[in-house]
Structures are given as structure tokens and as C-alpha cells.
């Protein structure tokens, strides 16, 4: 039962007085979660075609290339350098590279090598010293590595012929072309592109991630809570610890926030898990009511909230008995304890809101696939957990859980950002009681 005016206003100081006793957890880091794309994306290679080109040769060889392979841009290879120096090679190509010889050669220096010692200084006497000091610095050119095109777009052969009619192979011997694996999709992180730099071909991370959010996204949001996020989660397990030292729920809490509150982020909700609310027996066998989750109550509190502001005075003393519903006894949208009168109560909640939309949600546990799911559909903006449910969580798109990724996946209607808070108190958890069993559904 909701508590009356007279009784919630003695509910409301204590819950007060309890809240200022809990010391902030702030003890620990955001983790983002990964997508289920992100996770699920392996490295996949293909073959790509590469030459040896004078620096000054560059342009030319590009608008040659460009121009007679129409499918040339069909395979983005934007991600990869398209022209990278010796020294910047991966150490296998430069000893690869070296090895096979084939580099560029005039055809003056082509009869050079082929004539004997006397006829080869007879020519360079013939020519002055100045034609000599060209044929030199033409015989060591600065060279460049040319990523021409992925091998799927054309055969070598037609590349070679392509080449062959463009400066300097015109002058020269025909093009050396060698295929190598490249990296098809773009990186998603910096530590990956140097990854596949070492290992393929010189790779650039340009912040975009294809398979979930932009970082700066993630970077944005994650500092406008991480200030906060400790005392969320303080009081989130002190909504856990209510329920449970009460017998009726299992010690998992959720907090609602507004964050766009003019004086800074405040709690709008409080929810403890109520599943064992109406189990006479004290069994708990089964899975009690599944209805009365933490994050189901959470959203329930919230729209129930939300109607309340649309009564003349959001007073106590103006509100309506909160179990009158007919589903209430299922849902249990109404507060149980101290803290949930207390949040409940207060004024921090705009009026003519969408559902959860701009709020942000903060649990002690990871939610089950079914809270999840509620989350997603009650358009919440962020949801950080705390302790991960491998056995029945929803969020995560890891491989050692379920790998959901329900909180940023294709084909839904809806996308939030999520983060895993890594508590760096957690051994405290077991001894206050605020410990579940890895397979129960939070």
C-alpha cells in the first residue's frame, strides 16, 4: 500500500536521513558497452593490387588508374593509405618488397646495365657530366608504394596494360604489381587501425564506427555522467537493499534520472524488486512475479508520475491512493519503501513528457531480456548496470553471455547507449546482503 499524506511526509524524513547516511560509491569506471555488430565483426581480408612509383610520377598514375577502372571506387578503400613510403610499410612487406626486386629502371639505365664497363663509360664521357648526374639521380628516384585497387574490381593483366601506357612505365620496363591481403572494412577503434597497420597496410580510424554509435557520441554522454553515476548507483543499491531487508524482493535497485533539470541531474524514481511481494509462503520457489522486476516497477513509477503531475497540485496531500489501479497488484507501480516514497514524491519531473524519453536508468544488475526490452520501448536515453548477468542478461552482446546487444541492435526501432560500471568496492556487496544468484533474471 501507498503511504497516506500524513505517513509519507515521515516516510519522506527518513528517507532522507537514509540517503544522506549512504556515502557516494564513486570508486570505480564506465565501461561502454560494445554493439553486437561491433562484437560479431571479424576482420575480413582481400587481395589488393600494389606498385613502385616515382614521387613525381604520382598524379599521373592515379588519374590513369582511376580513369580506365570504372569499378575502381565500387570496393571503398578509403580506410587504407593510398600511397605510403618504404620506411612506413609493414616490416614484412619492406623485406617482401626488397626481395622481389622488379623496382623501376629507365631505358637509359636499361642499356647502361646491358652494355659492357667500356661502352658504359664511353656514354657517361659522351653525355657531360650533367647528363650523368640525371641519369644518377633518375636511377635512385624517391619511390612510393601505389594502393591501385582491390584485386575484385579488375584482373592484373588489364591493370598492367593500364599502367604500362602511363608515365614512367612508358619509359620503362613494364609495371611491377604485387597482390597483397588488405583489411576490406574500416577499423573501429585507433588501437585497431594500428593493429592492421603493423599487420597489412598503413590503416586510418577516421571516428566512425559502422557498427554502432559515433564515439564522440559515447565520449559526450559518458562525461556528462561520469560526475554523477557513483551516486546513482548508491542509490540504486539502497533501493536493493530496502526491498530486500523488507523479504520482498531480491536486493536489485534501479534509479531514474532526469538529467536536464536547470540545478543538475536528479533522481526522478526509485525501484527495488518486488517479485516475492505476494509470496505468503517464503518459499520463493519459481520465479516469483515476473511483472515486478526493478526496471518494471521503474517504469511503471514513472508513467504513474507522469499522471500525477497532471492533478491540480503535486502535493502529497492532493494524490491519489497509488494501489487503486487494477493492475496494480501485479505491476506494483507504487512505492514500498522509505527511498521509493521519497523519489516518487518530490517534484523532479517535467510535465507533458514521452514515456522515458531523456531519462536515463541506472540498476544494480544487468536487466534480463525482457527488462531490456521494456527499456528499449520505453525510449530511455543511457542505462548503466553494475553487475553483469552472463546467465540472462539483455544488454550485453559479449560471446561469454547471452550476446544480446539488445541496447543498440538492427532492425529495432530504438538505440540507447549503455555502459557497464565497474565497481571498485564490489567485495563490500556480499557482506551488506546485495548479492543474486548468477542465474536469476533481474
Known amino acids: 500500500m501507498m503511504s497516506t499524506p500524513k505517513t509519507a511526509h515521515r516516510d519522506l524524513d527518513h528517507s532522507q536521513e537514509s540517503i544522506g547516511r549512504s556515502e557516494p560509491r564513486s570508486k570505480g569506471h564506465l565501461v561502454p558497452l560494445r554493439t ?106 624517391q619511390i612510393l608504394y601505389f594502393l591501385i585497387c582491390a584485386a575484385s574490381t579488375s584482373t592484373q593483366e588489364v591493370v598492367s596494360t593500364i599502367l604500362s601506357s602511363t608515365a614512367p612505365f612508358s619509359t620503362t620496363s613494364r609495371p611491377h604489381i604485387r597482390t597483397i591481403p588488405i583489411p576490406l572494412y574500416p577499423p573501429t577503434s585507433e588501437e585497431q587501425a594500428q593493429q592492421w597497420s603493423h599487420d597489412y597496410w598503413p590503416t586510418v580510424y577516421k571516428k566512425h564506427n559502422p557498427n554502432g554509435p559515433h564515439p564522440s557520441i559515447v565520449s559526450r554522454a559518458e562525461e556528462s555522467i561520469r560526475r554523477s553515476v557513483g551516486k546513482w548507483m548508491t542509490l540504486a543499491r539502497q533501493a536493493g537493499f530496502e526491498v530486500a531487508n523488507n523479504t520482498i524482493g531480491e536486493s536489485i535497485g534501479v534509479v531514474v534520472v532526469d538529467p536536464s533539470v536547470t540545478e543538475g541531474p536528479v533522481a526522478v524514481v526509485a525501484a527495488g524488486d518486488a517479485r516475492w511481494h505476494d509470496d505468503s509462503t517464503g518459499l520463493r520457489k519459481g520465479n516469483g512475479n515476473v511483472m515486478a522486476h526493478a526496471v518494471m516497477r521503474a517504469i511503471g513509477l514513472v508513467a504513474r508520475k507522469r499522471r500525477l503531475l497532471l492533478q491540480p497540485f503535486n502535493q502529497p496531500s492532493h494524490l491519489p491512493e497509488s494501489d487503486s489501479g487494477p493492475n496494480s497488484k501485479t505491476f506494483l507501480d507504487y512505492p514500498l519503501t522509505p527511498l521509493e516514497t521519497t523519489t516518487i514524491f518530490r517534484p523532479s519531473l517535467k510535465a507533458g513528457g514521452y514515456l522515458c524519453t531523456g531519462l536515463e536508468i541506472y540498476s544494480t544488475h544487468e536487466p534480463c531480456v525482457m527488462c531490456s526490452m521494456a527499456i528499449l520501448h520505453s525510449r530511455f536515453d543511457k542505462v548503466v548496470f553494475g553487475k553483469r548477468m552472463p546467465r540472462t542478461g539483455g544488454l550485453n552482446a559479449e560471446t561469454e553471455g547471452l550476446g544480446y546487444g539488445l541496447f543498440w541492435l538492427e532492425g529495432l526501432n530504438w538505440k540507447l547507449l549503455a555502459w557497464e560500471w565497474v565497481d571498485e568496492e564490489e567485495d563490500e556487496d556480499e557482506g551488506m546482503g546485495l548479492m543474486v544468484r548468477k542465474e536469476i533474471h533481474v
Do not use: C
Open 36 to 141: 553486437k555488430a561491433e562484437v560479431s565483426a571479424k576482420l575480413t581480408l582481400a587481395d589488393a593490387y600494389v606498385v613502385d612509383i616515382p614521387l613525381q610520377s604520382a598524379n599521373g598514375v592515379v588519374k590513369a588508374a582511376d580513369s580506365a577502372i570504372p569499378q575502381l571506387h565500387t570496393v571503398n578503400l578509403q580506410h587504407l593509405r593510398r600511397f605510403v613510403k618504404p620506411e612506413f610499410l609493414p616490416v614484412h612487406l619492406r623485406a617482401s618488397f626488397a626481395s622481389s626486386g622488379g623496382g623501376l629502371q629507365t631505358e637509359d639505365e636499361q642499356s647502361i646495365g646491358s652494355g659492357d664497363a667500356d661502352t658504359t663509360v664511353d656514354w657517361v664521357h659522351e653525355a657531360g657530366k650533367a647528363i650523368g648526374s640525371k641519369v644518377r639521380e633518375r636511377s635512385q628516384p
